[in-house]
């Protein structure tokens, strides 16, 4: 796609536009309302999405009077660290370190690091191990201070739980604590990082916090939600539907569709994917408390701001702007409201920008290589809003210092023991395995294409951005008022008017179907890998289970099968 083709398409307004980015919000959005028969027009919503006026939440626990935890701190006691994403890898790196050693997220020349490291700042990086990998070597070498303890335990792993990655960042502040004599610290979240950081400030604001985390910025984070990892959990738990499609030549692309959706979703991490979409973080976002403002920066390269469903457009690729900048948005259906305690200097800015290498056949111009970017978080290191996030106390400072291994015994948040959220329901509405028409996208459908496809809006080539970084998977990055047609194998998902409402309270949870009727309707919960038949609709969530889910499966007055599921831990 060239300059001027990107350019129409991030500018094109007026009525068409206007038009076509709401059906866009309809094709692809999680949570938009489905029905049967010709499409809908949307009400119109407000121009601006709105953000509640809150006020931050004073620290649980005193600010006392600190003694840095080893005399000599070659860097001082005040330190940026940097938290890189999802799907990234980070070595460690200290304040000696140049540049070009801080790995491929913090590494650009022209970058938020590059930026602080010119405005002399100390800057540190958070380790962070890609999918299982070990994480790379850092740039100490044969320098005199100190290595990340070989355990693991402050390594990150970027398609990992978020709740571990919160202990992670937690044991690594404090191992910056106890071996450089940091007391305060700023930080900066790419991605999923501002999220690591937001459960790692709720833990020490719990108590037990060796530092004084001072301020949060955070880049592209997914604060309400991501809209691709809402679509790929539907693509992937639509799947079994295949059969029910009249053709074999449907039924093939379908399949291969759930191959290829179902191969991603297992790559990325199937845990970091549902924390990720609007549904989980509904339930999880009031858990966490930050008890500061934070600055958050976000990109808009991808599609066109006309005032309805900023959940996602404009979006940087991933992130759609109102989640990056932890607004309130016009979505039906959607129940991840901005967490608490938060509010966003100057309301946030947005860049021309996409989230990441990974997308840079959109723009050359990501959030980890900006100098624009670089300059706002510098400009919100130097000038923070009043806080602090979480404060130190002595008596944690003293066990961290002495080495007292129950100074990491400070409980983690519990996972998931409230939530109250909807799960969306689709089904195959069709698929094509050589190339054909797919039709008129209906409110709430989704396109995807497979492999080296190109997908077509009537007869313009639609442009297309990876689903969730995957290249095997593709999506539309315009709106389309026309029938989409591809010239290999592609599906649409179609969505239900029906869904499921999920009440859970600590480990008794209920359900039930709303928005339209189901028949056949049943339901499996996920224990430690294994989907297990329910009787009812109430159950008792087992304690011990790793990462539970429900799925929700019915046939609709159209002998459509519908599905969904979403984590309730």
Known sequence: MGDAARKVTRR???A????????????????????DGPPIEPVTPPLEPVTPPLEPV???VPADTITPAQTSAPFGTNAVVLVGGFNSSSPFSTPACATTDRGPTWGNATGPAASLDGAGLPVFVAPIANAGTPVATSCLG???????????????????????????????????????????????GHSDGGLWSRAAITQLRGGGSPVTVTSLTTI???????????????LVNAGGACSKLTESWEQLACELAEDAVEAAYQGLGEDVIEELTSSWLGGWNPTTSIGCPVTTLGGDHVGVNVGVGTYYTPNDGIVGMASALNQGTWLPLTDAAPFTAVAAPNGGQLFDVVHSSSLSFLSPNTELNSADVGAAVVSSVQSPPAGPCAAASTSALKAVSAGDASADDAPVAQRGTRLDTVIPLHHRAAATKRGGSLGRSREGDAVVVLGDASLYCGAEKAPTTPLMGSPDVQ??????????????????????????????????????????????????????????????????????????????????????????HTRIG
Request: proline fraction near 6%; aromatic fraction near 4%.
């Open 12 to 14: 094109r307004a007026g």
């Open 220 to 234: 592209g984070t997914p604060h309400t939600g991501s809209f691709g990892a809402d679509l790929m959990v539907a």
């Open 475 to 564: 999506v539309p990055a315009i709106a389309c008022e026309k029938p989409w047609r591809s010239t290999g194998a592609a599906l649409r998902l179609g969505r239900s008017g029906a869904h499921v409402r999920i009440h859970r309270d600590g480990r008794a949870l209920s359900w039930r179907v709303a928005g339209g009727k189901l028949r056949k309707v049943r339901a499996h919960v996920r224990v430690d890998g294994t989907w297990r038949p329910v009787s009812g609709r109430r159950l008792t969530v087992p304690s011990a289970s790793k990462d539970p889910a429900l799925r929700v499966r019915g046939v609709d007055a159209r002998g459509r099968v519908v599905r969904g």
């Open 142 to 188: 044969g320098q005199s201070t100190p290595d990340i303890p070989a355990d693991g335990s402050t390594v990150i792993n970027s398609n990992g739980e978020l709740a571990d990655n919160q202990a992670a960042l937690v044991a690594f502040l404090r191992f910056l604590n106890s071996s450089y004599g940091i007391t305060t610290v700023q930080l900066v």
């Open 58 to 60: 004073s620290p649980t």
């Open 16 to 35: 068409a536009a206007l038009l076509s980015a709401a059906l866009l919000v309809l094709l692809a959005a999680p949570a938009a309302r489905a029905q």
